[in-house]
């Protein structure tokens, strides 16, 4: 696996959170309610469609990205069969065995690593996956409500709340409401299609409104 340096951190290891799940358009209010969580409690969010960079290949930089990212989210909800080709995707199991083994193999601050596993529901991981039974896994349901409460509980141990503000995941909900209400006035300043709002730009907008809007 690729590593930034073999005696440094990589840059922002201990804020990165990178994010394993669907991307198709059924999943797609869920991911932005996570990545909006993950931002609104100051850390930043990271996934294997930031960067399209044909000459390096998709699984190089899924490696790279978990390699420097101290926190990972892990959604299993796709794993039924297709519709068409009548297999199961495979590629949110796989990567969460990458990251498993980059925190069992890895260098130190690998090992310090910080995992969330979430399904649809919280048994269904026995029948596809039984091998990680004993880790908590957590179930949203399809929920905003719950996939917030869910990745803001996961993430609240880990900040000093002596030195930041700390949302409740019921305030946080409130805010991501707010902020899909502005997301159309925020791209349309952007000159960005709010229904067509790649990862990146995403990103941007939630950091940017954050930034306006602090807690």
């Not at 908590?136 to 409500?145: C, L, P, Q, T």
């Not at 700390?166 to 502005?182: H, L, M, N, V, Y």
């Amino acid at each position: 696996m690729p590593r930034a340096s073999a005696n440094k951190l990589p840059t922002d290891f201990a804020k990165n959170v990178f994010i394993n799940c669907p991307f198709d358009e059924e999943y797609l209010p869920l991911f932005r309610a996570v990545i909006f969580t993950v931002h609104d409690m100051g850390f930043s969010a990271r996934c294997a469609l930031e960067a399209s960079n044909a000459a390096k290949v998709r699984i190089d930089k899924i490696q790279e990205i978990i390699a420097e990212s101290k926190y990972s989210i892990h959604d299993l909800s796709r794993t039924q069969l297709d519709g068409i080709y009548k297999l199961p995707r495979f590629n949110m199991p796989f990567e969460l065995g990458l990251d498993l083994g980059c925190k069992r193999f890895g260098k130190r601050h690998e090992r310090e690593k910080v995992i969330l596993i979430m399904d649809v529901e919280r048994f269904r991981y026995q029948k596809f996956i039984s091998d990680i039974s004993g880790q908590d896994i957590y179930a949203h349901d399809g929920s905003h409500r719950l996939v917030i409460n869910q990745v803001r509980d996961w993430l609240r141990p880990h900040l000093n709340p002596e030195k930041v503000v700390i949302p409740s995941g019921t305030e946080i909900q409130a805010r991501f409401r707010t902020f899909k209400r502005d997301l159309p006035t925020i791209s349309s300043r952007l000159r960005w299609n709010p229904k067509r709002l790649n990862f990146v730009d995403y990103v941007y907008a939630v950091a940017n409104w954050i930034s306006e809007n602090p807690l």
